[in-house]
């Protein structure tokens, strides 16, 4: 069968199984723009092409599969850049194809010509350039294996237009021998001998910690680790990239660790004697000051990416693997060593009962460890104050989303304080409900990921919870949801501040406000959502929250803007100075009179 | 780049395999660069396979450790395997070519010199001669010093080669 390139692209983006793609056409990309009008394949318009690529990321997370954005060349594909190295940062698959000049124009400064290859390569997992039509199908399956397997990630194919328009015999790879990756090839099971040496670990901890990152979520290993943690009844913690890979509810786990996590997660990190690190990759916001981190933790570290093992801190026992497979079977050496799986007794902290004479019953007791941990909690939980008179508390706002919210609503934040609020307060029970913008932390990001998000969950609740000063960023996107009927929900909490920013300056700047202010009515939030075809509405003051929350719910054929006028001067706690140590970390005022000497 | 006679301890070889496609050594030197990984030296040249050429880097193991290196290379899809040469497995070779500035009064001396360190004279100039060493980066830090008594014109080496030392059963 021949086909034109163009047609050969649609073909494999349609035989790789892609239901939705993001994108925008342009010169380069044109021809390929055609057959989309014959494809199967949904192609939402979105009015900047960053929000392709958010969008793409947003339908990436909750799905678990390939986001698919699709670009023209020059400015159409720098403007995908910002997504390409957010998704690179949170290791999120995806898929971007970007037109490209024809190949006797490259290298000529042609009109809209950019080395896009050149310059994604440090951003991507691998990128292409297709020279050949006959190579469309072979790179379009080749993408798709690298940016779903292995720790996943963005990967970009750069279509020269004359390569579309030409004409080839289609085909499809069947195997992977055909993709041509000869040095590809991801290791996903665990070392047997370090697993037995990790499972002696943890029979050993006296003040273990699991630290699960965001690759459990990556590995679908939700599952496992519930086993795992129930029957070794250790405390988990779950990272800003991690957020619903354990129940909130759970009465192991301690919440959020980092910059902003809650006092008892981040200390139980330091006094703990074991880490059982789970696709986590000590990031600085979690770990504070390196040197200081958690200084008598012996540490597992298991992550499918070799070059995590060791990168920020040199663990005692290193295993690459699948989450989810090494999971399992650290679960069945802990079997193995007379540790059953005992639910019940994990709700009175007591941890599994081991099997009688087992070397699992001669673990030691971590009764002392957990009461610690109980103590913490009872004396340092998240706290805010209530407002006085009207005052709306953001905090206050995104507890009350919370609760007049399904538990299964997928929640999707910018970068901020509205997003370490929106983590904190939240009560995430199940996995990929929460999308955010870890490593990157990329400002806009909520609102298209927020639409790219109900494009994969369509079923689903979808919340963003949003900066003033996110929310102008890529708002316009609000177009492309409302006409495409993409009814998302847009939160903002409006304090009028690039928020995060001002609290800096007011604590290590000497309350010297630098270019962060930005007026709560410019622009009129509400007029705005009207603009773009949105439903908008306000509130003011802690009375009408509820309504209005109720309100939103209750529209399900728009896309619906709230705009909440927050208290500007709140200030996310607790909170690790930069480069300091976890050891340092600063508790709400309200609680400081009670904070231990160290 | 700083000389590699330097502190040898600070040195490893890696042996790069990788696919002979376009754009590889801008990957390979990206990854060094945005990951502040030093490279003292870097030669490149094909296989005995076309489908393959191999990159041999002399890494500074001060900049970064040689384990977090490799695996960061290790990842570049187009890297298919990498050898780490410890300088004391391995044999290596490196090239000099120098031009230097000689009248006739010194031509003998300096041929003695090339003789000596069995190099060869590659050109032959009225007030100048181009030189040849090919061997050990050691011997060609002597050869190059020694030189330095004359007036170096231009000096050019290539980076070192390597390959794993071969081992004879006891």
Same mark, same amino acid.
């Given at each position: ?99 490209? #000049? ?41 993408? @798709? ?79 496992? $680790? ?75 570290? #298991? ?10 801190? #040199? ?64 004396? @340092? ?8 008179? +009207? ?124 270019? #962060?202010? $930005? ?47 927050? +208290?500007? @001067? ?29 | ?170």
């Amino acid at each position: 069968m021949k086909l034109t390139g163009a047609q050969a692209l649609i073909k494999s983006l349609e035989t790789q199984g892609v239901e939705v793609m993001f994108g925008l056409p342009g010169g380069a990309i044109l021809p390929v723009y055609d057959p989309i009008l014959d494809s199967s394949i949904r192609h939402v318009l979105v009015r900047h092409e960053q929000g392709a690529g958010h969008m793409a990321e947003g339908y990436a997370m909750v799905t678990g599969r390939a986001g698919v954005a699709m670009v023209t060349s020059g400015p159409g594909a720098t403007n995908v850049v910002t997504p390409l190295s957010n998704a690179y940062m949170d290791s999120t698959p995806l898929v971007v194809i970007t037109g490209q #000049v024809a190949t006797s124009a490259i290298g000529s400064d042609a009109f809209q010509e950019c080395d896009i290859t050149g310059v994604t390569m440090g951003i991507t997992k691998h990128n292409w350039l297709v020279k050949r039509a006959e190579d469309i199908p072979r790179t379009v399956a080749a993408a @798709f294996h690298v940016a779903t397997t292995g720790r996943p990630g963005p990967v970009l194919v750069d279509l020269p237009k004359d390569v579309s328009n030409a004409e080839m015999d289609w085909y499809w790879p069947t195997s992977e021998a055909d993709l041509d990756l000869p040095g590809y090839h991801p290791r996903t099971e665990g070392d047997p001998a370090a697993i037995a040496e990790a499972v002696e670990l943890m029979l050993a901890a006296e003040r273990p910690v699991l630290y699960v990152g965001g690759g459990v979520l990556k590995a679908r290993a939700a599952g496992a $680790l519930l086993e795992l943690a129930e029957r070794t009844g250790f405390p988990v913690v779950t990272t800003l990239m991690a957020r619903g890979a354990f129940p909130d509810s759970h009465p192991l786990c301690l919440g959020m660790p980092g910059m902003h996590g809650n006092y008892t997660a981040v200390t139980a990190m330091q006094r703990a004697d074991l880490l059982v690190s789970l696709g986590a990759r000590f990031d600085d916001r979690v770990t504070g000051r390196v040197s200081a981190f958690a200084p008598s933790a012996k540490v597992i570290h #298991v992550d499918i990416d070799p070059a995590e093992i060791g990168k920020v801190r #040199v663990p005692e026992v290193g295993i690459v693997g699948d989450c989810q497979r090494v999971v399992e079977r650290l679960v069945a050496g802990l079997e193995a060593a007379g540790l059953a799986h005992d639910a019940a007794a994990v709700r009175t902290d007591t941890g599994a009962k081991a099997r009688p004479g087992s070397r699992a019953a001669d673990r030691p007791a971590r009764d002392a460890w957990w009461a610690q941990l109980r103590a913490w909690q009872q004396e @340092f939980p998240l706290h805010y104050e209530d407002g006085a008179g +009207d005052t709306l508390k953001p905090q206050m706002v995104v507890e009350a989303l919370r609760d007049l919210s399904s538990p299964d609503t997928v929640v999707v934040a910018g970068v901020g304080q509205h997003q370490m609020w929106a983590s904190q307060y939240w009560r995430f029970e199940h996995p990929y409900t929460w999308v955010n913008s870890g490593g990157a932390g990329t400002m806009g990001f909520a609102v298209p990921a927020a639409i790219g998000a109900k494009v994969g969950r369509p079923e689903k609740t979808v919340w963003a919870i949003d900066g003033d000063g996110c929310f102008q960023m890529t708002a316009q996107e609000l177009v492309t949801a409302a006409a495409e009927r993409i009814p998302v929900k847009v939160a903002i909490l409006n304090n009028a501040y690039l928020g995060m920013v001002r609290q800096w300056q007011e604590m290590f700047y000497a309350e010297r406000y630098s270019e #962060v202010y $930005l007026s709560p009515d410019l622009p009129d939030y509400v007029k705005w959502a009207e603009a773009m075809g949105c439903v908008g509405f306000r509130a003011d003051s802690p009375e009408e929250v509820g309504p209005a929350i109720e309100k939103a719910n209750a529209i399900d054929d728009r896309p619906v803007v709230v705009d909440f006028r927050t +208290d500007a @001067f709140e200030k996310v706690f607790p909170m690790v100075p930069a480069g300091g140590s976890n050891d340092d970390i600063v508790v709400h005022p309200a609680q400081s009179p009670n904070r231990p000497a160290r | 780049m700083t000389s590699p006679g330097d502190g040898e301890a600070r040195h490893h070889i890696l042996s790069v395999l990788v696919e002979n496609k376009a754009g590889v050594l801008a990957r390979v030197a990206g990854l060094f660069s945005r990951r502040g990984f030093n490279i003292f030296s870097l030669a490149v040249a094909p296989t005995d396979d076309e489908r393959f050429s191999r990159l041999t880097i002399v890494v500074d193991v001060e900049s970064a450790p040689l384990e977090q290196i490799v695996q960061q290379l290790d990842k570049l899809v187009n890297v298919v395997s990498i050898s780490q040469l410890a300088p004391e497995a391995a044999v290596e070779r490196e090239l000099v070519l120098a031009t230097v500035e000689v009248d006739a009064a010194h031509r003998g001396e300096i041929i003695e010199l090339i003789g000596v360190f069995r190099g060869e004279v590659v050109n032959v100039g009225p007030d100048r001669l181009t030189v040849m060493l090919a061997d050990d980066p050691d011997t060609v830090d002597d050869f190059e010093r020694l030189l330095g008594g004359y007036r170096i014109v231009e000096l050019q080496r290539t980076g070192r080669v390597a390959l794993p030392k071969l081992k004879y059963a006891d």
